[in-house]
């Protein structure tokens, strides 16, 4: 494991291109490490929404009525609206990292303030539907008031069931079902949001870094690495929005 | 910079007075903002390290609470509610606070970029983050306990924790999610570094397997730890806005949280003993004067141990009305999961045969991790058997087999490390004798502490009782057991003070005091500098290579001279691959 003689590679404080830190040797390497962390954070949240769907399945699988008549009680017109944003905001993204590798600084920002505008949108249509469920006594936990429709209790009247001989495994009633799906709606939109957030204020930072012409055509990288997870919260949305607004439609004969 | 580590004349000379280097990073600056605004990891490092000691205390003094309430059988030191804290405090301090990041944080921090060629972890902003947001997690545990605590013990079970405990279930939770954020920036951080910060020449198979336990360990630490935090927010959301996750009352399903909290929480049994792991190859290595057998076989074990310990959680619940099939599925697998464990124990034995042993203090750790680590596998693989299982779930014989792997294996190679690292960590030396008479105080005490709860679990007692008044004949179990844990108790204290007698008064150390392989002995001063080398390694050695004299100036205490570490006095250039 020892050297044969410590040969000179680069000394420990030795120079450096002003934009490498001093943990690296160069640009590549830096560059490199920076997308493998990037990566390594992006497989964490993964995981974690990975937590979140398992929840979601597990209620699907045991409620899959609630889930039909919750799902089909959203708004899908107004998230249908959101989804192509959203891609959209992804669209702008990415074309702002190609104007920050090229060095156009004024491409640059308009791209993120086109990303920025598209994401507020997203979010305050989202508040909206939110106030929308509130306004209709959907908040699980809180106002959670359900009438159970004609289309659905065909199969949802779960109290009709004979008495399981196990109490715990009784089905609860279908009110009850479906505020699971509505609690599992606002945790899973509700951390989606979160990430939205938090990418926004981010956005704003490396416009005001753009703006001070801390980034080259020699150093974009926390762009890109920025750019990774504005795509992969996007993605999060493609899973979030089939699971959540598109639940069995044609069956129940849309809404 | 620093001692001369070319010159050959140096290498040999264990009679001759070391010198501390000049300039290292310990006297890069004195103020407190050098401190707590360090970016260098050897400097978090040490911050970590003086954090997680007064926790591991903070966490033994709870332990000392509970064992004295068991000395007899009568409920009469703490009430029943009192001691349900007590012990919920001392998993969480210990699991949280201590474990988690015991290894990781402190030394895989320090070493991981010395053992590379690294001048520092990809990420030293981050992993600077990485430590207050620990200190945050800290002061919030603190908080609580200081506010009366947590009953749940530290599974937060549900429907118990969200809808019936009356602690303060909600700000536990957050510090753990901040615990768990802490340990997630490290792991990225060792990834990041291991992947792409290697010193020329370095390549994946002729890193220490010290790398490579921690390489394993990362990742469960980004694979895992996610699913418990959700598991974690989820129970607080159920707790704060009755929103139906876990509750049954409440439409939810409790068997869930426990699938989601012990798919991290059994690979966090991993993330406390796979570093460990790392540590005893080093030591076995270096006190055996021989290359470690099976090399390939080590590495490889330790990925498998971190692949085949995510499949492995539904052990943990054979009793709470999951599947019978899913059980023995479960169990299979976990019975699989001994066999990576068994090859690491089965390689370093044959380390040391023939091996030139000799009896150092980190060496008589790493000999009882080995014992400690055989009794906490295979009980453990007694717990795997489903029809054992029913009888022993939740018992103290489930208790000991944890207690023998978390502190028996993990806590054992983590004062290894400590003994190992001391020298380069500080530049000095401790005192050889009180380091053994604490090595084998603490195994004697740890034995003592934990053989008779095997019994007393086998004959029935439930953990977590603190009255056990319908059985009194067990009370001769419990009081060796409070026996034994005073003499542990002076064991881990015993270290506190020669240690930091030995910052002041402990003799120079030198660059290689145990004439190690490896660059942070054979490169880096003791202590380093501040970037670590002063010129850049670049390697052409296998790891362990000790048939060729290790570099750097030599000074082992406690041998003779006439061994002189068995460093021949040929020349430290030549070098073979």
């Known amino acids: 494991m020892s050297l044969a003689t410590p040969t000179v590679d680069t000394h420990a404080t030795g120079h450096h291109h002003p934009e490498v830190r001093h943990q690296f040797d160069d640009l590549e390497q830096q560059h490199d490490s920076y997308s493998l962390g990037m990566w390594a954070f992006v497989v964490q949240e993964v995981m974690f929404f990975s937590g979140m769907i398992v929840c979601y399945f597990i209620f699907r699988y045991k409620y899959p009525e609630a889930f039909i008549a919750g799902s089909n009680h959203l708004n899908l017109p107004l998230s249908t609206f959101n989804t192509v944003v959203l891609l959209s905001s992804s669209l702008t993204m990415a074309l702002a990292v190609h104007a920050a590798q090229l060095g156009h600084k004024m491409r640059l920002l308009q791209f993120l303030m086109a990303t920025l505008i598209l994401g507020s949108i997203f979010l305050g249509v989202k508040v909206y539907e939110y106030k929308d469920k509130y306004d209709h006594n959907l908040i699980p936990g809180y106002n959670f008031k359900w009438e159970t429709e004609s289309t659905t209790t065909e199969h949802g009247e779960a109290t009709d069931e004979p008495e399981s001989l196990n109490p715990a495994l009784k ?62 919260v996007d993605i999060v949305w493609v899973f979030l929005f089939p699971l959540l607004y598109l639940v069995d439609r044609a069956a129940a004969g849309g809404h | 910079m620093n001692t001369n580590i070319t010159s050959v004349s140096q290498t040999h000379s264990g009679t001759e007075a070391a010198k501390m280097p000049e300039q290292h990073y310990l006297n890069a600056g004195y103020d407190l903002k050098s401190w707590l605004l360090t970016t260098d990891h050897k400097r978090i490092a040490v911050l970590y390290f003086i954090l997680i000691t007064f926790f591991f205390f903070v966490g033994g003094l709870f332990a000392a609470l509970i064992r004295l309430e068991l000395v ?129 020449g370095m390549t994946w198979f002729r890193l220490p397997l010290y790398v490579w336990g921690h390489y394993a360990t990362s990742l469960i630490i980004i694979l895992g730890t996610p699913v418990v935090a959700i598991a974690l927010i989820l129970i607080a959301v159920e707790r704060v806005f009755r929103i139906g996750i876990f509750d049954p009352a409440l439409g939810g399903d409790p068997i869930l949280f426990q699938h989601l909290f012990w798919f991290y929480s059994h690979p966090a049994v991993y993330i406390m003993v796979l570093p460990g792991m790392g540590v005893i190859s080093e030591v076995i290595g270096c006190f055996s004067r021989k290359r470690v057998f099976g090399y390939k076989f080590i590495a490889f074990s330790s990925m498998a141990i971190a692949l085949v310990g995510f499949l492995v959680w539904g052990h943990h619940m054979y009793v709470s ?17 001994a066999i990576p464990s068994a090859i690491k124990v089965f390689n370093w034995t044959a380390t040391m045969y023939k091996g030139t042993i000799y009896l150092q203090t980190p060496m008589i750790y790493a000999l009882s991790f080995i014992g400690l680590f055989i009794i906490g596998g295979i009980t453990g693989v007694v717990l795997a058997s489903m029809a054992a299982d029913v009888h022993l779930h939740d018992t103290y014989f489930v208790v000991a087999h944890f ?30 004798f009180f380091g053994k008479l604490a090595a084998i105080i603490t195994f004697i005490g740890f034995n003592l502490t934990f053989l008779p709860q095997f019994v007393v679990g086998y004959l029935g007692m439930p953990r977590r009782y603190y009255d056990y008044s319908f059985a009194p004949e067990w009370q001769i179990w419990h009081a060796a057991s409070t026996l034994g844990s005073t003499v542990l108790a002076v064991g881990f204290a015993l270290p506190v003070f020669y240690l930091t007698y030995s910052l002041i008064y ?72």
């Open chain 1, 171 to 232: 089905m609860p009633p279908l009110a009850q079902q479906v505020e699971v799906f509505y609690g599992l709606y606002f945790i899973l939109t509700g951390a989606h949001a979160i990430h939205m957030v938090i990418g926004a204020v981010i956005i704003l930072i490396i416009m005001v870094l753009a703006w001070y012409d801390h980034f080259s055509p020699n150093y974009y990288v926390p762009i890109e690495m920025f750019g990774l997870y504005w795509h992969f």
């Open chain 2, 72 to 200: 007899t059988p009568k409920g009469d030191l703490l009430t029943a509610d009192v001691y349900n804290r007590v012990f919920t405090a001392h998993g969480a301090v210990m699991i949280f606070l201590f474990l988690i990041p015991s290894i990781p944080a402190t030394f895989g921090n320090f070493l991981i970029p010395l053992m590379i060629g690294a001048r520092d972890l990809a990420f030293p902003r981050l992993n600077l983050l990485s430590w207050y947001v620990y200190a945050l997690s800290s002061i919030l545990f603190v908080t609580v306990v200081l506010l009366g605590g947590v009953d749940t013990g530290w599974t937060f079970y549900a429907p118990l924790s969200t809808s019936f405990a009356n602690g303060y279930v909600v700000l536990t939770i957050v510090a753990a999610f901040f615990a768990g954020f802490s340990s997630i920036f490290t792991g990225i951080n060792f990834i990041a570094t291991i992947h792409k910060m290697r010193a020329p």
């Open chain 2, 321 to 337: 009305g999951q599947s019978v099939y899913a059980g023995m599925v479960f169990s299979l697998i976990t019975y699989v999961v």
């Open chain 2, 403 to 432: 207690h023998y792997v978390m502190v028996g294996s993990a806590v054992t190679a983590y004062l290894a490390a400590v003994h190992f690292w001391w020298p380069k960590i500080t530049g000095r030396m401790y005192s050889e």
């Open chain 2, 506 to 577: 402990g003799e120079i150390a030198g660059q290689n005091p145990w004439g190690a392989k490896g660059l942070e002995w054979e490169e880096a001063s003791s202590p380093p500098a501040k970037f670590n080398f002063d010129k850049m390694p670049i390697v052409n050695q296998e790891a362990y290579a000790y048939d060729t004299p290790a570099r750097g100036q030599t000074h082992f205490r406690g041998v003779t001279s006439r061994e002189s570490l068995s460093i021949p006095p040929t020349s430290a250039e030549t070098s073979h691959i």
